[in-house]
């Protein structure tokens, strides 16, 4: 049943992305040109200062590409969700608890134009950035990389659903979703080992976006934990630290569920 409902709405997607291509190109220019500003302004910055830390422009780069594949992933199959207060101070959350299938379920497959462009953009980033970095691609980083997508979007998710969970006591909660969103996008880009320790802290234990990217990368490309106490190892619990962070954030949603009464629109 769910697995039918999916299809259709990814049915519907392809639907309305037909009828409205021009928007499309027009979203999908925007991601280019957001992404390659993100890249532009690494590679301004390391033009001044050759290394971060111990971290070139080829490597940063690499470091970018996994963040990016997570975030894609996220971006294409879970986004929806953050617009849960959207739809709770407008009513139209309520119309899900009367229906039969799970309301996060039906929250996620609202018909949107959602298309993997990002997705796509994003893998094909991280093979060149792979090849730039001159990581060495064999079976384990093949099997490795796939996981930390999939456990780097179950973050994203995890922070949006529980964000969006909030809303069920406070209907307007704009300013943190976008204080979490910026936290994620300017903290990332950089080794969060050239932060202070109080920040490392913070991006690994508890918004834990080093688990994106930063941990994978510094094993993946075989440099030492600066600033932790850690094995670089720790970059493969990422598919944990992942499904963790979201069985958390569902169980804070199921609460949400059971407290919330309505908007009363």
């Not at 280019?32 to 971060?52: D, E, G, K, N, R």
């Not at 940063?60 to 739809?87: E, I, K, Q, R, S």
């Not at 976006?209 to 930063?214: G, L, P």
């Amino acid at each position: 049943m769910s697995l039918a409902a999916y299809a259709q709405y990814w049915r519907i997607n392809l639907l309305t992305i037909v009828e409205y291509r021009a928007n499309f190109f027009m979203w999908f220019g925007f991601t280019i040109v957001y992404h390659a500003t993100a890249i532009a302004a690494l590679w301004v910055t390391l033009h001044q200062f050759p290394s971060m830390n111990g971290w070139d422009f080829r490597q940063m780069a690499f470091l970018y590409g996994l963040w990016m594949l997570g975030h894609a992933f996220h971006n294409t199959f879970f986004f929806t969700v953050g617009d849960v207060p959207t739809m709770i101070r407008e009513g139209r959350f309520d119309r899900f608890l009367v229906r039969p299938l799970d309301p996060l379920f039906q929250a996620m497959t609202v018909p949107q134009q959602i298309w993997p462009d990002e997705l796509i953009l994003a893998i094909a980033f991280f093979c060149i950035a792979t090849a730039f970095a001159g990581v060495r691609v064999d079976a384990l980083f093949c099997a490795y990389v796939p996981l930390v997508m999939i456990g780097g979007a179950l973050i994203d998710f995890g922070l949006n659903l529980a964000i969006a969970t909030a809303s069920f006591w406070v209907i307007r909660i704009d300013a943190l979703r976008w204080m979490v969103v910026s936290l994620e996008q300017d903290f990332t880009r950089y080794p969060i080992s050239i932060y202070s320790r109080s920040v490392r802290f913070v991006l690994a234990f508890v918004f834990p976006f080093a688990f994106m990217n930063y941990f994978p990368a510094t094993f993946l490309l075989h440099k030492s934990m600066e600033g932790y106490a850690l094995s670089p190892a720790i970059g493969l619990l990422t598919p944990v630290i992942g499904s963790i962070w979201f069985l958390i954030a569902y169980a804070f949603w199921r609460v949400g569920l059971e407290r919330y009464q309505g908007t009363g629109s």
